[in-house]
T-cell receptor, first 118, second 116 residues
Framework: GAGVSQSPSNKVTEKGKDVELRCDPI?????LYWYRQRLGQGLEFLIY????????KSGLPSDRFSAERTGESVSTLTIQRTQQEDSAVYLC????????????????FGEGSWLTVV | AQTVTQSQPEMSVQEAETVTLSCTYD???????LFWYKQPPSRQMILVIR??????QNATENRFSVNFQKAAKSFSLKISDSQLGDAAMYFC?????????????FGKGITLSVRP
């Protein structure tokens, strides 16, 4: 696609429910990233995929959070038993495999999924 | 681990004037990339400008330019002829050139307002 696409754009869920957030990266981008942004805050790294494997999961805040990627394309971030502190915008980004070209150095973001846990 | 610091939470500039947003970072690496992203209320993260650490020349993109001081680990963004559409949150970010660690590390951001 032309850009990184995320769905849903907004999600309100009850505490304790599971949610799935979807990311469709730019076509041909092998690297995919998930970030979390709480209201008025900076971006917290969650997980990074290279192809379908995740060499860096260091940012996942608890075992309630998981992510997978299939076909070197779509990724799903799953939050189980949601808590109010999970309320945030979840941003997905993608890039070409890091290389020496300028375009390969840049990470492109989607518009995010705004999650509200009530 | 790399860290990025943006110590000014808010700044304001008069339309048509120039403003500089500060950013410092800490790393033990010699090869890396630095970025400024803009985030308007729509939440879309928009790349403003990027700088490769191996390049001594400061990057420029139209009204946007950087002052990259590698020894001081400083990477400030200058916006000239500020426009109302420049009002947004601005994030400074670091990316290692090592493929094994290619995520972006962000500062906390700065909210820029533009006065008409």
């Amino acid at each position: 696609g032309a850009g990184v696409s995320q769905s849903p754009s907004n999600k309100v869920t009850e505490k304790g429910k599971d949610v799935e957030l979807r990311c469709d990266p730019i076509s041909g981008h092998t690297a995919l990233y998930w970030y979390r942004q709480r209201l008025g805050q900076g971006l917290e790294f969650l997980i990074y995929f290279q192809g379908n494997s995740a060499p860096d999961k260091s940012g996942l805040p608890s075992d309630r959070f998981s992510a997978e990627r299939t076909g070197e394309s779509v990724s799903t971030l799953t939050i189980q038993r949601t808590q109010q502190e999970d309320s945030a915008v979840y941003l997905c980004a993608s890039s070409l495999r890091l290389g020496i070209g300028q375009n390969e150095n840049t990470i492109y973001f989607g518009e995010g999924s705004w999650l509200t846990v009530v | 681990a790399q860290t990025v610091t943006q110590s000014q939470p808010e700044m304001s500039v008069q339309e048509a004037e120039t403003v500089t947003l500060s950013c410092t970072y800490d790393t033990s690496e010699s090869d890396y990339y630095l970025f400024w992203y803009k985030q308007p209320p729509s939440r879309q993260m928009i790349l403003v400008i990027r700088q490769e650490a191996y390049k001594q020349q400061n990057a420029t993109e139209n009204r946007f330019s950087v002052n990259f001081q590698k020894a001081a680990k400083s990477f400030s963004l200058k916006i000239s002829d500020s426009q109302l559409g420049d009002a947004a949150m601005y994030f400074c970010a670091y990316r290692s050139a090592r493929r094994a660690n290619s995520k972006l590390t962000f500062g906390k951001g700065i909210t820029l307002s533009v006065r008409p």
